[in-house]
């Protein structure tokens, strides 16, 4: 007779790599981050070091300083090229700049979260899950970028109901965006949803004609903002 046991199952930590180099902000990050579930497996204070890490750890997340030792664009460089080490990390600026070009240029690059040092109205941790759970945060910055997209606040309550992502699409269709969003490729996703090919590319061309955009990464973006919308 097997004897049954309640010994539980150990915990999946998420894992995340640092680029910082403001010991300060290090030590800040640490605190907040200081969880449970949450594994910080390395902290670098230059590019180069953080993308041996990403090579090596390839983790959950990561935190991107946008200015590293005074070079204000070497934290898109940072994301640009962890991104072809470690398709499946998230990424998250963590920054003092937080102006509508750089959140912008963040969007396109698909980073999930874009959170500013000087006031994030969600600890840190807690941003971590949502964007781990494919999610994504972009705070204040969010309604701004929208607006320079044309479309209006008050637009966007008037039309919510009948433009909501979850009216437009099908419960299917949601699901592909959702895996597309998670770095999986169209064979991938349709292996994970256990259909042919060719059947998650007639998904995603409903999708983009029920959205009204081009492409499939254009779509994957509304997705996001959508996903974000509903978690700020």
Do not use: W
Request: net charge neutral; charged share 35%.
């Amino acid at each position: 007779m097997v004897k049954k046991t309640n010994k539980k199952l150990p915990l999946k930590k998420i894992s995340i790599v640092i680029l910082e180099d403001v010991p300060i902000i290090v030590s800040a990050m640490k605190l907040e981050l200081d969880k449970s579930d949450i594994l910080i497996c390395s902290v670098k204070d230059n590019v180069d070091d953080f993308l041996r890490e990403i090579k090596k750890h390839k983790p959950d997340i990561a935190f991107i300083d946008l200015r590293i030792e005074q070079d204000f664009a070497s934290g898109f460089t940072a994301i640009e090229s962890a991104k072809g080490l470690s398709p499946r990390t998230k990424f998250m600026i963590f920054t003092g700049y937080d102006n509508l070009p750089e959140f912008e240029r963040a969007i396109n690059l698909g980073v999930k979260a874009f959170i500013t040092k000087n006031l994030h109205q969600k600890p840190l941790d807690e941003i971590v899950r949502i964007v781990y759970g494919g999610g994504a945060y972009y705070g204040e910055l969010l309604d701004l970028y929208l607006d320079k997209l044309n479309v209006k606040t008050e637009d966007r309550e008037a039309e919510k109901d009948e433009k909501d992502l979850e009216t437009l699409l099908t419960k299917r269709e949601l699901e592909v965006l959702s895996l597309l969003n998670e770095g999986l490729i169209v064979k991938e996703v349709a292996i994970r949803m256990s259909v042919e090919v060719n059947t998650i590319k007639a998904h995603t061309q409903r999708i983009r004609e029920k959205l009204d955009v081009k492409t499939t990464k254009e779509a994957v973006r509304v997705y996001v903002l959508h996903m974000a919308r509903k978690s700020n």
